[in-house]
């Protein structure tokens, strides 16, 4: 619980921009969380892996690790196994887990970078997945209400990179745990992206969960920019829907346009896609860059501040709402 004051943040955020937490501490344990915050006064700020988090300022809220660990079953069924995971957990050590069980479901999800405690804040999602697939409950603690509550899958309003504690929750609970519906029989989704292709190239004889770990992996490391070296936060837009009526009129002007059809009828676009038609894959603005692999990517080429980072992706926002009309929204926690 070592409470530390003026600790530069730049280790803990994968943009790796260095701004100062006014104080920070970190917690193990629900009884931990509940003395530190009875000692505090400022409002704080959770952070797990920081791989979702664009500091444009130095934090004055007191902000708090989220340390809690521990992973177990706690039901088993014919079909299924439940599994309790500490919020601190890596999250993909918690894919790689359930692959050497045999535990499905999670596979497509693999190399998401963060912890498992952040995973239901934007209902992570790659490759046809989305957490709302496998969560079963979460326990967090309201730091209004001042008690411990459960959270099942109707409470969590999910949605595209998004829940309700990204909106009507936000900064008022601190996920504790969450727990996971994990399949015992694996039902295989292969049908996203580029996952068939690199099956193929792997020559997997007989489909099973590791090998579509493996393929995701390949996928993400040969486009993705890994954090380590250069840094970003992965997405830092979301895809846009728009509406049948304006899919077509821009269908019109733009015969490539990427577009995926909705449940509801509506048409998801490759935002990626959009900021590229900018001219904007690859521009730099100085040390902030958009990637040159996947304009959806902003980057950190080295010493851009939280603050170039944000206005480039105004520059981005504006381009995109001068071509094509539409408002970007930032999928990026900003603070
Ligand atoms: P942080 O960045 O630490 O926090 C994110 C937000 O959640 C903050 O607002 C924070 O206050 C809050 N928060 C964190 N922990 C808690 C808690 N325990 N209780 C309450 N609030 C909390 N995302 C996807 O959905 N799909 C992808 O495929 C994907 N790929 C990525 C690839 C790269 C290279 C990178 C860098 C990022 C990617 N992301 C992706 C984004 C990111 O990894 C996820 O959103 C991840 O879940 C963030 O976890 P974190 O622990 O780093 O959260
Ligand atoms: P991609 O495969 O090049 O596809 C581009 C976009 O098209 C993606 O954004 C994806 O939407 C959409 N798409 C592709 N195939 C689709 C299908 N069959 N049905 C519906 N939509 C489809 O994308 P990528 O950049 O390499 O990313 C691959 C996956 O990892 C995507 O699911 C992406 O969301 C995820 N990812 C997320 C982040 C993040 O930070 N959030 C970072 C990297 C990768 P969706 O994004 O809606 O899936």
């Not at 790659?126 to 967090?140: H, I, P, Q, S, W």
Request: glycine letters at 8%.
């Amino acid at each position: 619980m070592n409470i530390q004051h003026n600790i530069s943040l730049k280790p803990f955020n994968t943009f790796g921009i260095d701004v100062l937490a006014k104080s920070m501490a970190s917690f193990s344990s629900a009884d931990e969380l509940m003395i530190l915050l009875d000692a505090i006064s400022e409002d704080v700020m959770i952070l797990g892996g920081g791989s979702n988090v664009l500091f444009t300022k130095n934090v004055d809220a007191f902000v708090l690790k989220n340390e809690i660990a521990g992973m177990e079953v706690v039901k088993e069924d014919a079909l299924h196994v439940y599994v309790r995971v500490g919020a601190s957990v890596n999250w993909h050590a918690f894919v790689q887990h359930c692959i050497v069980q045999n535990w499905s479901g999670v596979e497509n999800l693999s190399l998401i970078p963060g912890n498992v405690g952040a995973s239901p804040m934007q209902n992570i999602g790659a490759y046809g997945v989305e957490l709302k697939d496998v969560f079963f409950t979460l326990d967090a603690y309201d730091m209004q209400e001042r008690k411990i509550r459960t959270f099942t899958l109707n409470d969590c309003a999910f949605g595209y990179r998004d829940s309700i504690f990204k909106k009507e929750l936000k900064n008022q609970v601190v996920i504790l745990d969450v727990t996971f519906r994990l399949n015992k029989v694996p039902s295989f989704n292969t049908s996203y992206g580029a996952i068939e292709e690199e099956l193929a190239k792997m020559d997997v004889k007989e489909l099973n969960i590791a090998a579509i770990s493996q393929a995701v992996i390949n996928i993400r490391s040969s486009k993705l920019p890994d954090p380590k070296v250069i840094g970003n936060a992965g997405s830092f837009f979301k895809n846009p829907t728009v509406n049948m009526i304006k899919y077509f009129h821009l269908k019109s002007q733009f015969e490539n346009i990427v577009g995926y059809k909705q449940p509801k009828g509506e048409m998801k676009l490759a935002a990626g896609w959009l900021v590229e038609q900018c001219g904007l894959k690859g521009h730099r603005n100085g040390d902030a860059g958009v990637h040159d692999k996947q304009a959806l990517v902003l980057v950190n080429h080295g010493h851009a501040t939280g603050s170039d980072i944000f206005e480039l992706s105004e520059k981005v926002i504006d381009a995109v709402k001068k071509k094509f009309n539409i408002t970007l929204e930032r999928e990026v926690n900003i603070y």
